[in-house]
């Protein structure tokens, strides 16, 4: 079993900065993919951005991509969001998720964290 927990979240005004982590407990994290997704006030929850585990190839969903950057320290279990010129629409709860495949979807996340909020005000 897995636990993730993720810290970082808090109130910003839009344009400016937050950094996320995710903290996991797996032994192995360097071979899991880590993943962040959103979810706002009455919205379906949605991607945000992957980190493979080896070289960490990173992807991006178009709404982020550019402000946001995806990275990992695999000697701390870590995996971290940084969020620059945030804008109101990136309030959500934010949740990092683990899964051991390479190429997933929201589906085969094996693992989640609590979530952490983050709420931009304009």
């Known amino acids: 079993q897995v636990q993730l927990v993720e810290s970082g979240g808090g109130l910003v005004q839009a344009g400016g900065s937050l950094r996320l982590s995710c903290a996991a407990s797996?032994?192995?994290?360097?071979?899991?993919?880590m993943d962040w997704f959103r979810q706002a006030p009455g919205k379906e929850r949605e991607f945000v951005a992957y980190?493979?585990?080896?070289?960490?190839?990173?992807y991006y969903a178009d709404s982020v991509k550019g402000r946001f950057t995806i990275s990992r320290d695999n000697a701390k279990n870590t995996v971290y969001l940084q969020m620059n010129s945030l804008k109101p629409e990136d309030t959500a709860v934010y949740y990092c998720?683990?899964?051991?495949?390479?190429?997933?979807?929201?589906?085969?996340?094996?693992?989640w964290g609590k979530g952490t909020l983050v709420t931009v005000s304009s």
């Open positions: 998720a683990a899964t051991r495949r390479t190429i997933a979807t929201m589906k085969d996340m094996e693992y």
């Open positions: 797996a032994s192995t994290f360097s071979s899991y993919t």
């Open positions: 980190i493979l585990g080896g070289a960490g190839y990173t």
